[in-house]
């Protein structure tokens, strides 16, 4: 993977970890959703600031991603987009409070060891 691939690689993961990012601070303004509530759940989401700004992310981290798909292959650029679940652990931990315990670490170890084998050239 040459830099200028890897590059964009990065925009279309940290575009669509912005975009979950985005999603879930609309989603804990919306609140729960239950049987009773489904339908202005629904009706709320294009009101709701925050979401239509992570759906816009997640539009642009698509387009980066298209884009890097007409010069990667997609056996090494599908599985390198998991680099984006080692910054959703962080934002969550980092700025939301949310627990993330060793075992979890571990786990995004291990796809850090995987994402640099698959994109490691000689």
Known sequence: MTLQEFVLLLMSVLISVAGQFF???????????????IINHILSIVTTPE??????????GAVAYILL???????????AVSVGYIF?????CLILKEPVPLIRLLGLGFI??????????K
Do not use: D, E, F
Not at 51 to 60: D, F, P
Not at 112 to 121: A, C, K, P, Y
């Open 23 to 37: 999603l879930k601070l609309g989603a804990m303004r919306l609140g729960k959703v239950n049987a009773g509530n």
């Open 51 to 60: 979401l239509l700004i992570g759906l816009t992310c997640y539009a642009l």
């Open 69 to 79: 798909l007409t010069r990667v292959n997609l056996s090494v650029a599908a599985p």
């Open 88 to 92: 959703s652990v962080l934002l969550g």
């Open 112 to 121: 850090v060891i995987g994402v640099t084998l698959l994109v490691w050239q």
